[in-house]
């Protein structure tokens, strides 16, 4: 048995073995390992293609992998699926959402789904939507939402069964500073509860101020991972990140004709 499937208390959150993804030539994910132990903000960063997107998505059961496991609290992402992803909450990232529906019946549609009953989706629905802002919008077919308020809604839907895992791919894009902050502070109360938080971004400052652990993602390989301090060396998060990933530094000679 892989410590992955360990089964109970003692087992990590979401455990990934091996888990690789090819398109055509491009090896998007190259055979990654990873442990996030439960009770963790895990912050997983990476440049743009590095391969986050794909991971999460297999992580989750949204992508079949080409080789490799991913276990929920030990139960196979794709051989257990239903007791795994009945633990799993997920917003991900350019998956189309049932946006013929408003707001309102948007979260009325993924609780049925998620076997929930009419009244507790209702009084849940309606936190969610005040909580997050969404009550005027809640009559507005979400086709017609902005950037950010597709991801809240997308937010409101990963948080309405109560999961005991939190995997979110760039909660914080395209979110103004007032909901980016209300999103942090619902996502701490929820690991100071017990939850886990996996999710991927950008944006360094945030993952500093939020994240307990972090692994930082390139070239589909796991370049670096531990706990915040560990991976910072006592240095900027930012710092570490450009050197982890190899980026380039301006010269000023740069597209010199504009
Ligand atoms: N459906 C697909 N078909 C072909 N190539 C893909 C597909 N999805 C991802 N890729 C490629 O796999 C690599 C990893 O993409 P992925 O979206 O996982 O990166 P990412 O780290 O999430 O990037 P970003 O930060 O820009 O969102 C990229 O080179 C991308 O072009």
Excluded at 151 to 178: M, N, T, W, Y
Excluded at 179 to 186: E, F, N, P, Q, V
Excluded at 207 to 225: F, M, N
């Amino acid at each position: 048995m892989v410590p992955g499937q360990r089964v109970g208390g003692d087992a990590p959150a979401l455990a990934l073995r091996g888990l690789a993804k090819r398109f055509g030539d491009k090896i998007a994910v190259a055979g990654i390992d990873l442990d996030v132990a439960a009770g963790s903000f895990f912050g997983l960063l990476g440049p743009n293609g590095a391969g986050k997107t794909t991971s999460l998505s297999m992580a989750v059961g949204l992508l079949r992998p080409d080789a490799g496991a991913a276990y929920v609290q030990g139960h196979d992402v794709w051989a257990d699926p239903l007791e795994a992803k009945r633990l799993l909450g997920v917003l991900p990232d350019g998956v189309r959402m049932f946006d013929r529906l408003n707001g309102r019946e948007l979260l009325g549609y993924t609780g049925l789904l998620r076997g929930m009953a009419p009244d507790e989706i209702d009084a849940r629905a309606r936190d969610l939507l005040d909580v997050l802002g969404l009550v005027d919008a809640g009559q507005t077919l979400v086709v017609d939402y902005s950037a950010g308020m597709r991801k809240k809604i997308g937010l409101a839907c990963a948080l309405l069964h109560a999961p005991r895992v939190l995997v979110l791919d760039e909660p914080f894009e395209a979110v103004d500073p007032v909901s980016a902050a209300l999103i942090r502070d619902i996502l701490q109360r929820y690991v100071h509860g017990g939850g886990t938080v996996i999710f991927s971004s950008h944006v360094m400052q945030v993952v500093e101020r939020l994240c307990s652990h972090v692994a930082i993602l390139a070239d589909g390989h796991i370049k670096t991972v531990g706990t915040l301090d560990e991976v910072r060396g006592g240095r900027d998060l930012e710092d570490v990140f450009v050197e982890v990933v190899g980026g380039r530094t301006a010269t000023g000679q740069e597209l010199s004709w504009l």
